[in-house]
């Protein structure tokens, strides 16, 4: 049994909320810090973090600001977040911190879906030393699939905008799109996800410096054939932003796991377990 550590990670004057899974051995020479979704608790990604920690992987995952343990404020509504501060304070503060706890200089990461789209805000980008981008894409909604595509504009175009207005934030729970999020970080989904390029979207306004284009590290991009947002166009138009990096992608196929479905995030649940071994595989040549 893999004991767990809850920790406190200092951020850009917040405290984020993580938890660490010890190598099983001891030894600690193989960080992984995994970056969840957007709305997605730490605590999904434990099955997967323990079983990372069993082939000797030593492992953190934590909560962005404004979700799950990591939201200070009294309501979401009243959390001044924007999503790209999750890329620019978070994600370097939790790869410090795992760093300094492991006392290593560089560290693997395994980011899902937003978190492997904005390690390229990271400015410690240096101290990665590959990534699993698992269904990361730019999430442009005319890339989604067909049958998914009309409720994603209605959702992009009606739902975030309006619920934003009216009550301060965006009542995911209700759709069953994870935790309810703050209104600055559901615009910005919004926006980011009408045009290509997703964080893109925000260079120049919201984002004044990044690190996509100096980014080096070997990146594998993994998506399942039946994910709905992270359609082939959609995971190459994220892919084009790292200029600099070694770039791979894998395509997940459910039907040679024997899974009926796997789809945007079921990756990381337990019964997609088959999958972990390939994906692990596809990482740590990246050392």
Not at 24 to 49: E, M, N, R, W
Not at 93 to 109: N, P, V
Not at 248 to 256: G, H, Q
């Amino acid at each position: 049994m893999i004991n767990t550590i809850e920790v406190c990670i200092p951020a850009a004057g917040q405290s984020l909320a993580a938890t660490f899974f010890p190598a099983a051995g001891g030894s600690h020479d193989k960080p992984v810090l995994i970056c969840p979704a957007t709305g997605i608790i730490q605590k999904f990604y434990f099955p997967f973090a323990r079983w990372l920690a069993g082939q000797g992987f030593s492992v953190m995952v934590f909560d962005y600001r404004g979700i799950g343990k990591s939201l200070q404020e009294s309501h979401v509504k009243h959390c001044p977040v924007k999503k790209q501060d999750w890329g620019l304070y978070d994600m370097p503060a939790a790869l410090d911190f795992l760093l300094e706890l492991t006392d290593q200089r560089s560290a693997y990461l395994i980011g899902h879906s937003a978190g492997g789209q904005l390690f390229g805000l990271m400015h410690n980008h240096a101290k990665v030393r590959g990534v699993l981008a698992v269904a990361a894409s730019s999430g442009h909604v005319k890339n989604i699939r067909k049958d998914k595509r009309n409720s994603a504009r209605f959702m992009l175009r009606w739902v975030i905008p309006v619920s934003s207005a009216l009550l301060g934030y965006v009542p995911a729970k209700r759709f069953g799109w994870g935790e309810n999020l703050p209104k600055g970080v559901g615009l910005q989904w919004a926006k980011w996800c009408s045009s290509p390029g997703y964080v893109e979207n925000e260079f120049g306004e919201g984002v004044q410096q990044h690190w996509f284009e100096q980014f080096s590290s070997p990146i594998t991009f993994v998506h399942a054939s039946d994910d709905e947002i992270a359609t082939l166009p959609n995971v190459e138009d994220i892919m084009r932003l790292f200029t600099k990096a070694s770039k791979k992608r894998l395509e997940i196929k459910p039907e040679m796991f024997k899974l009926g479905k796997v789809g945007h995030i079921d990756i990381f649940r337990e019964r997609c377990n088959s999958i972990w071994p390939q994906i692990l595989a596809e990482l740590t040549p990246a050392h």
